[in-house]
T-cell receptor
Framework: AAGVIQSPRHLIKEKRETATLKCYPI?????VYWYQQGPGQDPQFLIS???????DKGSIPDRFSAQQFSDYHSELNMSSLELGDSALYFC?????????????FGPGTRLTVL | GNSVTQMEGPVTLSEEAFLTINCTYT??????LFWYVQYPGEGLQLLLK?????DKGSNKGFEATYRKETTSFHLEKGSVQVSDSAVYFC?????????????FGKGTHLIIQP
């Protein structure tokens, strides 16, 4: 079965640079979520989109922005990168925003900021 | 707000032992509950879910029952294998309470010895 695709899988950036992470949801899934997982930590919700509109916002820094496109893929844009932004970034998708729907996670993008 | 509390680890067991990982929650609304598993270097995989009180989720020999009276969702397996070694996250979805993102526990690192 098709899964969530994330690219790139690994990314190395310098401080103050920008980064763009991409997420391709499971086919027919219309809701995308972004999470940040620090080393040894649980994932923290950043932002979500439903039918190309921002649905909910979590602990996303103002330096980050995201959008969902007409084909339902999503991009997380990160600017003025800081050392503390080094983490695993997961994208998840679900079919609709129904509370009973599980979120299916991609393999993640490991961002290292030097 | 919402929160999930689970036993942290590491939890070390011998192969074929009985497993219990405790999970309790607090939620604003009526949440759905999930267990996710994360193998080293990989994303989170949905293990099982339950969406209402007394529901039992089960998969791959693991099971958990949604107990509203004790606000718990403990994960159990009758006979663990070395391949079950991973980090297990308990999570809740509280869309009815206005939150899109999953709220995760801190994760339980499970180590199964041959």
């Amino acid at each position: 079965a098709a899964g969530v695709i994330q690219s790139p899988r690994h990314l190395i950036k310098e401080k103050r640079e920008t980064a763009t992470l991409k997420c391709y949801p499971i086919p027919r899934h219309d809701t995308v979520y972004w999470y940040q997982q620090g080393p040894g930590q649980d994932p923290q919700f950043l932002i979500s989109f439903y039918e190309k509109m921002q649905s909910d916002k979590g602990s996303i820094p103002d330096r980050f922005s995201a959008q969902q496109f007409s084909d339902y893929h999503s991009e997380l844009n990160m600017s003025s990168l800081e050392l503390g932004d080094s983490a695993l970034y997961f994208c998840a998708s679900s079919l609709g925003r129904d509370y009973s729907q599980a979120q299916y996670f991609g393999p993640g993008t490991r961002l290292t900021v030097l | 707000g919402n929160s999930v509390t689970q036993m942290e680890g590491p939890v070390t067991l011998s192969e074929e032992a009985f497993l219990t990982i405790n999970c309790t929650y607090t939620a604003t609304g009526y949440p759905s509950l999930f267990w996710y598993v994360q193998y080293p270097g990989e994303g989170l995989q949905l293990l099982l879910k339950a969406t209402k009180a007394d529901d039992k989720g089960s998969n791959k020999g693991f099971e958990a029952t949604y107990r509203k009276e004790t606000t718990s969702f403990h994960l159990e397996k009758g006979s663990v294998q070395v391949s079950d070694s991973a980090v297990y996250f308990c999570a809740l979805s509280d869309l009815g309470g206005g939150a899109d993102g999953l709220t995760f526990g801190k994760g339980t690192h499970l180590i199964i010895q041959p």
